[in-house]
């Protein structure tokens, strides 16, 4: 291994453990706000928005619950941002003149797509997982309101009584369903829904979210260095500018985006048995019909709020472990 893929591998886990840490709140009420269920008619929605959805969430959970579905992506955090960082790592050494000048905004751009090519194999099953544990408080909740509903057979809302036990179906979405953590939603998606291929659902949405993201993020940044700077050459920079840069380019990768994340969120939930949506077109246009243009954007908020704090963080992260490197 190389030396540079060494530091970018070490840098790059720091940096995703810091993002995470700061981030994943924001990303609970993201995933929380993108999965709820489509209430009955005449009755409202779980949460009527973000801050509805953090107080709802800390009044059942506790703080806690803001950190659900953590275990996954931290256990695959390092993973994770070494294929991120090293991958655009090796993009910057194929990309960069033989003069070793720093590469262009154009540049990044190409590398950073390369880079999210690499790493959406890395990221489709862990937020597979992370999502199903996000989302199941919600669709619980969900299957409760459903139960007392007076109708038995609602628009997008299925529900069946045996017993004197309702169970409820919003959207596809198995609503009883619930996991004691990150290894057992792996060994039932293992178990039941196809074996490995079923840990990569929702692949195509995810290709769709970090390849254009992540272009758009690594030359966002960059582009965002070398306007501060006044030039290609960013070494000399604060660290808050590095902190002004990162959260610049989290901002440009939700913007650019963010569609793609809500139909990979509404699949990677979806009910393996019963399924709502025939993959990713058919999700897009489900979703569009249900809820109009605006279903696209649910959770942007929060995905916006976590995005700043958290991609500063973890660039910052970044450029402070490479250059203790050397």
Not at 159 to 168: D, H, I, K, L, Q
Request: positive net charge.
């Amino acid at each position: 291994m190389s030396e540079a893929v060494t530091k970018d591998l070490a840098a790059g886990t720091m940096a995703g453990i810091a993002q995470l840490l700061v981030g994943h709140p924001f990303d609970t009420i993201k995933v929380k706000l993108q999965s709820q269920p489509i209430p009955p008619p005449g009755q409202p929605p779980k949460f009527s928005g973000a801050m509805d959805a953090v107080k709802k969430t800390l009044a059942a959970e506790g703080p806690k619950g803001l950190y659900k579905g953590m275990g996954a992506p931290l256990a695959t955090v390092a993973v994770f941002n070494a294929v991120l960082f090293t991958a655009r790592g090796q993009m910057e050494a194929l990309l960069r003149d033989p003069s070793g000048s720093p590469l262009s905004v154009s540049q990044q751009i190409v590398a950073g797509a390369g880079a999210g090519v690499a790493v959406s194999f890395v990221a489709c099953p862990t937020e597979l997982v992370k999502c199903r544990l996000q989302a199941q408080s919600a669709l619980a909740g969900a299957t409760v309101a459903a139960a007392a509903a007076p109708a038995p057979t609602l628009a997008g809302v299925g529900v069946a009584a045996t017993g004197g036990t309702a169970t409820a179906t919003f959207k596809g979405t198995a609503a009883a369903v619930q996991y004691s953590g990150p290894l057992d939603v792996a060994r039932q998606v293992l178990r039941s829904e196809g074996g490995t291929l079923g840990l990569f659902k929702g692949l195509t949405p995810t290709l769709l979210r970090e390849v254009p993201g992540n272009a758009a993020m690594f030359g966002a940044y960059e582009a965002t260095k070398q306007y501060i700077a006044g030039g290609k050459d960013t070494s000399k920079l604060s660290r808050g500018s590095q902190l002004l840069a990162g959260g610049v380019a989290g901002a440009m990768f939700w913007v650019s985006v963010y569609p793609a994340d809500v139909i990979k969120s509404v699949i990677q939930v979806d009910n393996y048995q019963n399924p709502k949506y025939n993959g990713t077109i058919d999700a897009y246009r489900k979703v569009v019909a249900a809820e109009g243009v605006k279903g696209l954007y649910r959770g942007f908020g929060p995905a916006m709020a976590r995005s700043v704090p958290a991609n500063a963080a973890c660039f910052l992260a970044y450029e402070l472990v490479r250059e203790s490197l050397g």
